[in-house]
């Protein structure tokens, strides 16, 4: 960092926080994590910006809570996504293996033993990467994951750095920025039977997207995910990955989603397919509402 710059990497998604995180896992002593996680969590749960997006999500969730209820629920939601991204350093840095739980294990058996290809639509809750690498584990298909990089340059090349450490050889991950190229590569890996795992609860950047509704509010979704199944005829599998507790998870798979081309209407059906989606999106944030780690709000305020 230049001079100039060196205080970008304190802002919010500044690579310093990342780096900071990174070194307490590897040097302070297991038995102060909760005092760490729960210092942290203070911090941020003061830095406004932050606070306030969750706030104005948790209280489409809630329409009749007080705000002193938003608050604590608003400290629980940061408390639980500064275990998980601990989480993740852990396995990252140390290959420390959390301990898993299924639910909805007859829908995970049929993306299992599916014979074709099949995509993965998940949200920004619990740990992505933790949850693909059990996938890498438990299956012996290749898994491409499509996740949105990093705003920040630095924070970018330092999470990539972690990814190339502790990520399965099975396992591929990729960048939503690639557009054209980066659909013609899905369909390729869908047509050879591989799993794409996509993050289907917001849109970022410029990326294509579908009108729908959440909590009563109209919002956007990346339309990527309907249009790959409706192009190569493979089905998507909600898949949620649930913080338990310490270092202990649940992978929730949901019933198959179908996204077939009925007629002239291509984007019909494509609304459907999504509408599909958040029904089953908001039933899963409904109950596990601190852990969906959206910090942005998810509608545009009338």
Sequence with gaps: MTGKTWWRGFLVRGVMWRKVLRWAVLNVPICFEPAVIAFWTSLFFLWRPIRRG???????????????????RTYRLLWNFAWTITDNVRFSEL???????????????????????AIIL?????????????????????????RAPEPDPETQEFESRAYQRSTAASVRTDYNTRTA??????????????????????VTGAIASLSSQLFGHSTLLPSGPF????ATGV????????????RHYRLLTCEAISVERTGRDRDSDLRRGAMAWSVTLESVIRDHWYQWYTFEPFYQAS
């Design 181 to 202: 190229a980066l659909a013609l590569d899905l369909v390729i890996a869908l047509q050879a039977g591989e799993i794409v795992a996509i993050q289907g609860d917001r």
């Design 235 to 246: 089905p998507i599998y909600p898949l949620f990955v649930i913080r338990l507790g310490r």
């Design 54 to 72: 969750a706030m104005v999500n948790l209280r489409a969730i809630f329409p009749r809570s007080t705000v002193l209820s938003i608050l604590f």
């Design 95 to 117: 290959g420390t293996v959390p301990d898993w739980e299924f639910a909805g294990f007859e829908h995970y058996q049929r993306l299992q033993s599916h014979p074709g290809g």
């Design 227 to 230: 249009a790959l199944a409706m």
């Design 122 to 146: 998940t949200a920004h809750m619990g740990s992505y990467d933790l949850g693909a690498q059990l996938l890498a584990m438990r299956g012996d298909r290749k898994l491409t994951i499509v």
